[in-house]
């Protein structure tokens, strides 16, 4: 049988809530913050000194001797992985979500066997599906670093994708390393040699399950204006009025898929570059190899046209090369404006759009 007691059950009078408060502030003077934050928040903040909170003295020093067990990373608030309630903006798949230019040492093959470690700037990205709030970033990076230690070719590349596939739950994926590759070429009279340096990505792409391997190079040459050459030569012949062609630095950006089962070495795309456009600005020169260029330079004039053609003739005779696209950019040294040029054969590098900086891109400076 319960007993109530009327008393208990009645509307408290003011002056009885105001003899309470009055005795619960009596007794905070005497207590210590940690007692105080053990009491209900409601109460807490009628005591002076706790209207906004009842948080307890935190900790300040550093815990080293703190571990991590299961128990406490079960714990942990994970919002990327939280529900689609938490989702800003609209629901959305996302093509691309990942890092960009996280750098470590990767060691390379080369084409005489050897190999060489050279730092590398890795972006991985994944797809992400509408009702996913977002992606652990770290995922990509840590698969990724299983595998660092390994010579990186296509191969292991593909190893490293399929596992942070794998981690984030994702359909399509890409992997993407830059670095400057170094090959020794010697001068073009004097028999010296110097260290040319590539500036090269290697790109792995799975899109609705179809993997793609794709190689970059960026190709520095030197482009004499054959308009020029022939009205410098037409005044040194009609007036005897000595004139110079205008020339200037050129960049050209390489794209090609390469075939399955194929290999297509650094080296060999670096080949057919030189093999479509010889004027290759020079890393050791003396006299006689400056008047070797201007000689080269004088036997090979192009239009940034023609720079396109040249350089898709050769991606086309290779039949280790499918898809392509062909950049070039002659940075003009008559106008104040560059000359350019956009080549592509097959659909993986067709687009409606251009990048707007992708020209500002070519610029290789010092």
């Not at 960009?100 to 050279?118: E, W």
């Not at 080269?296 to 290779?318: G, Y």
Request: proline fraction near 4%.
């Amino acid at each position: 049988m319960n007993i109530h007691n009327q008393d208990m059950e009645r509307e408290p009078t003011r002056e009885e809530a105001e003899a309470a408060l009055a005795l619960l502030r009596r007794w905070a003077k005497d207590v210590t913050a940690e007692e105080v934050a053990t009491l209900d928040p409601l109460v807490s903040r009628l005591i002076p000194g706790q209207e906004v909170s009842n948080y307890p003295a935190l900790a300040r020093a550093y815990p080293e001797d703190f571990e991590v067990d299961d128990a406490y990373k079960a714990s942990m608030p994970d919002l990327q992985n939280g529900p689609s309630s938490l989702i800003r903006g609209a629901k959305q798949q996302i093509q691309h979500v990942g890092i960009s230019n996280f750098r470590l040492p990767i060691r390379f093959h080369t084409r005489d066997n050897g190999d060489v470690t050279l730092e590398t700037s890795v972006t991985g990205t994944v797809s992400l599906e509408a009702e996913k709030k977002g992606i652990n970033m770290s995922r990509i990076m840590r698969s990724f670093y299983k595998h660092a230690s390994d010579t990186f070719s296509f191969e292991v590349m593909e190893t490293a994708l399929d596992a942070y596939k794998a981690d984030l739950e994702s359909f399509d994926a890409r992997i993407q390393m830059r670095f400057r590759f170094p090959m020794k070429v010697a001068s073009l009279r004097s028999g010296l040699e110097g260290y040319q340096y590539y500036d090269i990505a290697l790109e792995l792409v799975e899109k609705a399950g179809v993997r793609k391997k794709i190689i970059h190079l960026d190709y520095v040459y030197s482009s004499t204006c054959p308009c020029s050459l022939e009205l410098s030569e037409h005044a040194r012949q009609f007036r005897g009025q000595l004139a110079t062609p205008h020339s200037q630095r050129s960049v050209s950006r390489l794209s090609a898929v390469i075939e399955d089962g194929e290999m297509l070495w650094f080296e060999d795309l670096i080949d057919m570059a030189r093999d479509a456009v010889p004027t290759e600005t020079q890393v050791m020169v003396k006299r006689e190899d400056e008047q070797a260029f201007a000689e080269l330079n004088a036997a090979n004039p192009i239009f940034v046209e023609d720079a396109a053609r040249l350089f898709c003739e050769q991606l086309q005779n290779d039949p280790r090369v499918g898809d392509f696209r062909v950049i070039a950019s002659h940075q003009e040294s008559l106008h104040s404006h560059d000359a350019v040029s956009v080549l592509t054969e097959g659909d993986t590098f067709d687009s409606e759009s251009l990048d707007p900086r992708m020209f500002s891109t070519l610029i290789h400076v010092g």
